[in-house]
């Protein structure tokens, strides 16, 4: 079945320290979301991507679409301790509000 | 807009029983998702529903079921609950759950089963 790979699963950096966590599939996907869990909380929407080599920002976050369609990443420069939390990329083609999820990709941010 | 609420936030339960969430989605939304959130196997997709239908499906046993009523409310139920079932189980809605529509999720109901 459909599957998407995340990794790495955790990441330690110290504040200001730069951070991506990447997102692979087997198969051509048809547009990649991210989100964000803070500890104790819930998924929240960050962005989507839909174009190959589709790249776009929101302030320090910069998300990367592959050319293949087949992997993407989130780049976090300059991290702060408000970044803590799990980012999670998910795919979504089922056209029934199904996303398949990745692992997810736990930050820690020593400040 | 109100957000995605669900009730009740935590519940402990005892092998055995049964147990029925509940999760209100945001105003005009008609899409609603279940997921279920483990350390172990992450978020996983439980089922969806549309206009009252079940639209499609994951890969859970039948003692997971739902419904969803003509307010867009939905319902999930667990019988015969097992240790594995403690999750946090999460909903989210959207318009029509097209390809490419942001979910929007709830805070969660907390199920521990005992």
């Known amino acids: 079945g459909q599957q998407v790979m995340q990794i790495p699963q955790y990441q330690h950096v110290q504040e200001g320290e730069d951070f991506t966590t990447y997102c692979n599939s087997s198969?051509?996907?048809?547009?990649i979301q991210w989100y964000k869990q803070r500890p104790g909380g819930h998924p929240v929407f960050l962005i989507q991507?839909?174009?190959?080599?589709e790249v776009k920002k929101q302030k320090r976050l910069t998300f990367q679409f592959g050319e293949a369609k087949k992997n993407s990443s989130l780049h976090i420069t300059a991290t702060q301790t408000t970044d803590v939390g799990t980012y999670f990329c998910?795919?979504?083609?089922?056209?029934?509000?199904?996303?398949?999820f990745g692992q997810g990709t736990t930050l820690q941010v020593k400040p | 807009k109100a957000g995605v609420t669900q009730t009740p936030r935590y519940l402990i339960k005892t092998r055995g029983q049964q147990v029925t969430l509940s999760c209100s989605p945001i105003?005009?939304?008609?899409?609603v998702s279940w997921y279920q959130q483990t350390p172990g196997q992450g978020l996983q997709f439980l089922f969806e529903?549309?206009?009252?239908?079940?639209?499609n499906k994951g890969n859970f046993p039948g003692r997971f079921s739902g419904r969803q009523f003509s307010n867009s409310r939905s319902e999930m139920n667990v019988s015969t609950l097992e240790l594995g079932d403690s999750a946090l189980y999460l909903c989210?809605?959207?318009?029509?759950?097209?390809?490419?529509?942001?979910?929007?999720f709830g805070p969660g109901t907390r199920l521990l089963v005992l």
């Open positions: 991507l839909v174009k190959s080599g």
């Open positions: 529903y549309f206009s009252e239908t079940q639209r």
């Open positions: 198969t051509t996907l048809s547009n």
């Open positions: 998910a795919e979504d083609s089922s056209n029934t509000g199904k996303l398949i």
């Open positions: 105003s005009g939304h008609r899409s």
């Open positions: 989210a809605s959207s318009l029509v759950g097209d390809t490419g529509e942001t979910q929007y």
